[in-house]
């Protein structure tokens, strides 16, 4: 295994900047999930890594399921998978259905 030096955490150049919003907003975004996959008895972890990442993770026969929160042109939005997609900002109907699908996944 080869040594490789981390970043100095005084030097900014080329490193990966937090953006505090952005992370708690993916935060609420995910802890929403969460909560709405406990109504559904299903149980997750919400992983916050020290760079400020966040993503659910939810097991599975299968091994660990993990969702992002992310923005784009689109606006924000779950997702997992190779394809799954579904509306983080469109209301408790669009939360509680991706948590319903997200539930779903074999136990």
Known sequence: MGNVSNPSLSSDAGRWRLDWDAT???????????LA????????????????????????????????????AGGWAYIWGASQRYSADAGLAELRRAASVLAEVER
Do not use: I, K
Not at 39 to 67: D, K, M, Y
């Open 24 to 34: 708690v907003r993916r935060m609420r975004l995910l802890t929403d999930l969460a």
């Open 37 to 72: 996959l406990v109504e559904l008895g299903r149980a997750s972890r919400v992983l916050v890594e020290g760079n400020g990442q966040v993503v659910l993770t939810l097991c599975s026969s299968r091994g660990p399921v993990g969702v992002l929160a992310v923005h784009d």
